[in-house]
């Protein structure tokens, strides 16, 4: 067994790539390629070490649905108890055909429609982060035109560097998300008085892919420091809602485990005097990314001449996966680990650096480049840590059909999304008369 780093579900064994002891390989040929893998007790786990980390301090843990909404990974969640945070209606319906519940939803996101907000209300969400004044005047009238209230938190924007790629850092001043520290006092003495609101929180959330502790501290501080300006100013505050963001290990970051980082943010609160109060947190990659894989088989190698290379060409190695099914490479430039499922004997076939790329007609349709493989036609490949941004973020483009996904449970293998075809594509879609 040869366990691969940041995924001890994840092994080898006799060359051949297992999750939770399932090979990798025949469930490819299974199920077909692509195909997303996941592990449901690296889920569990991680769930846990938040859970643990929380204990002896009220908490509400929302796992942020839009890392990998599939239903039966809300299930999972529901199941240990967690609640959601959600960014559209869509999500909203999602969770509740999960089976989870409405009181444990925070609904974030710039822009809410009056749709969504009717829907959330009549459900009774837990909260609402409110992202910008206007919406906060629209959340009152929607709530009042229904006959009920609506327990918002303001999303605050710390104005702290999470050092994090800029798409998603979101919370400095040139973001989009949430209202300005500045405003944030005048926005709360708005909020209290505007009918059918209820002020329950604050919420802030800095952004992903965030492999330091620091910054969460630096955005704490500062929500602190509101958080005491707008009691002095006669409004109390319930809970703290301190967002997601914590990063997981794609090739060499070490970010600070749950524990550690929840450790020290309670540590904070407390120092501070607001251990009384009520901590959300929604995290969403830390939860899932680690735990899936994306199956892909190699369709052809298309390597250069050797009289190509001086001149910048490049060696192909053409897989079934494309930026449709993973596009965090062709949206963020990522790094992702791409593995074999199968190793040869080096005197078999050597390794050699190729460029995975995906049958998408676009240059930037590549899952990695620059990569050691030892690869054939008809291979498997694994790419790593793709449970979080992968699926959700899949798209039709050049008609491809969205993957299928599995769970792997307790040694049983569960298809949790059969595979989309071609006519359920363009079912929707009408002829001309
Ligand atoms: C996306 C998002 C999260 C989760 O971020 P991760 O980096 O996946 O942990 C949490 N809160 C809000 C408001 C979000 O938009």
Not at 118 to 126: D, K, T
Request: hydrophobic share 40%; aromatic share 6%; net charge negative.
């Amino acid at each position: 067994m040869n366990a691969l780093p940041g995924a001890p579900h994840l092994a080898y064994q006799q060359n051949r790539l297992t999750l939770d002891g399932v090979d990798l390989q025949a469930l490819g040929r299974q199920f077909g390629t692509p195909l997303y893998v996941y592990s449901a007790s690296a889920m569990r786990a991680a769930a846990q070490a938040y859970q643990k980390a929380l204990e002896g301090q009220p908490h509400l843990l929302c796992y942020a649905m839009k890392a990998n909404s599939n239903l039966a990974v809300l299930q999972l969640f529901a199941r240990l108890g967690l609640g959601f945070d959600i960014v559209s209606g869509g999500e909203l319906q999602r969770v509740l055909a999960a089976g989870g519940q409405a009181s444990k939803i925070v609904f974030s996101g710039v822009g809410k429609t009056r749709d969504e907000m009717v829907m959330a209300l009549r459900c009774g969400v837990r909260c609402f982060n409110v992202e910008s004044q206007a919406e906060l005047e629209v959340l009152s009238q929607v709530a009042a035109g229904e006959g009920l209230n609506a327990r918002v938190s303001l999303r605050v924007n710390p104005d702290v560097d999470a050092g994090t790629h800029p798409y998603i850092s979101t919370g400095l001043k040139g973001n989009k998300f949430g209202v300005a520290h500045g405003r944030a006092l005048e926005l709360y003495a708005q909020a209290r008085r505007l009918p059918s609101l209820e002020v329950v929180g604050i919420d802030c959330h800095i952004g992903s892919q965030i492999t330091e502790i620091g910054p969460y501290l630096d955005a704490l501080d500062r929500v602190l420091d509101l958080v005491e300006a707008i009691e002095a100013q006669g409004t109390p505050l319930h809970h703290l809602d301190l967002g997601g963001g914590l990063g997981i290990t794609y090739t060499d970051e070490q970010p600070p485990t749950p524990q550690a980082l929840v450790g020290a943010m309670l540590e904070r609160i407390r120092a501070r005097g607001h251990g009384h109060r009520e901590v959300f947190l929604e995290p969403g990659r830390s939860l899932v990314g680690n735990a899936g894989v994306l199956l892909t088989d190699v369709l052809y190698l298309k390597p250069a001449a050797p009289e190509e290379v001086p001149e910048g060409g490049r060696h192909f190695c053409i897989v079934d996966a494309a930026m449709n099914d993973l596009m965090r490479p062709a949206l963020y430039e990522a790094w992702m680990g791409i593995v074999e499922c199968v190793r040869y004997d080096e005197s078999a076939v050597a390794k050699q650096t190729w460029d995975v790329v995906g049958p998408v007609c676009e240059s930037g349709d590549w899952l990695g480049r620059d990569r050691a493989l030892a690869v054939q036609a008809g291979d498997t490949l694994a790419v790593l840590s793709a449970g979080a941004y992968g699926m959700t973020m899949a798209s039709n483009y050049n008609t491809r059909g969205r993957a299928a996904e599995v769970m792997i449970d307790g040694g049983q293998v569960h298809l949790i999304r059969e595979r989309e075809t071609a006519a359920e594509l363009f079912a929707k879609e009408r002829l001309l008369p």
